[in-house]
Structures are given as structure tokens and as C-alpha cells.
């Protein structure tokens, strides 16, 4: 008799890392509002709230250092994406009266580095 056995859902290094990063700032007291938010744009990893600040959070993992942290891999192009797609989602929830932050969470090992306001979006080329 041969039995069907249900695999167990695989999750990717890409989520996993997220939910890594969305644990580490919650424990940090940072509210989660939103995750994965796409665009046609781009993509924004963790919406978080710290306060009264809306902080769009971009997550990047490695397995190791040897070619560089891995927040060093947020790059012009990247933030740019991520500005984009955090625009739109500040249009759709009405939080244009809002602060606004832009962290980068690093994952290597067992390592979490976590730099708030990793950047500031270029401010001409995003109007509300």
C-alpha cells in the first residue's frame, strides 16, 4: 500500500530572514503593520510603526561576511525601489501627516544589525 504523506510547507531564506528581522524590532517595540508590500515599482520587506513614525524596513541576509555585511548591499537603485514602493503605501492608508523612516536589518549568522534611517530617499523625485 503506498501512502501519501503531506509535505511540510518550506519557507524561504527570504522569509525566513524577514521574519527574523520583524521578531528583532518587535522585541525593540516596534509595532508590525504591514509586510511585502509590492509595486509595480518596487517592494518594501517590513512596514513597522515606532511611535508615531511609519519606518519602512529593507532586509538583507547573508550567510557570511566574507564579501561584505549585508546592509552594505542596499544599494542607490534598491533604496530608490523601496522609496517608491513606500510612497505608495503611504498614499493608500492616508499617512501622508506621518513621519517617515527608512532602516535597513542585516542578517549574518546569527547576527542582526539594525540601522535606523539607513537612508533618505532623494525628496525631489518622490511627491505626494
Known amino acids: ?11 524561504s531564506p527570504g522569509a525566513r ?11 525593540k517595540g ?3 503593520l504591514a509586510a511585502n508590500h509590492r509595486t509595480r515599482f518596487g517592494e518594501v520587506d517590513l512596514v513597522m510603526e515606532e511611535g508615531a513614525t511609519v519606518v519602512f524596513v529593507e ?6 561576511t566574507d ?22 503605501f ?11 523612516r527608512f532602516d535597513v536589518v542585516g542578517l549574518s549568522g546569527e547576527e ?3 540601522l535606523p534611517n539607513a537612508f533618505v530617499p532623494d525628496a525631489g523625485r518622490y511627491l505626494f
Do not use: Y
Not at 530572514?17 to 522585541?27: D, G, S, V, W, Y
Open 30 to 32: 516596534f509595532r508590525f
Open 112 to 114: 542582526i544589525a539594525h
Open 59 to 64: 532586509v538583507k541576509a547573508r550567510s557570511g
Open 67 to 88: 564579501f561584505g555585511r549585508p546592509e552594505e548591499f542596499v544599494t542607490r537603485a534598491k533604496q530608490a525601489r523601496v522609496a517608491k514602493a513606500a510612497l505608495d
Open 1 to 11: 500500500m503506498t501512502r501519501w504523506f503531506r509535505r511540510a510547507p518550506t519557507i
Open 17 to 27: 530572514a524577514e521574519q527574523t528581522a520583524r521578531r528583532h524590532l518587535e522585541k
Open 90 to 100: 503611504v498614499k493608500v492608508r492616508g499617512l501622508a501627516d506621518r513621519p517617515l
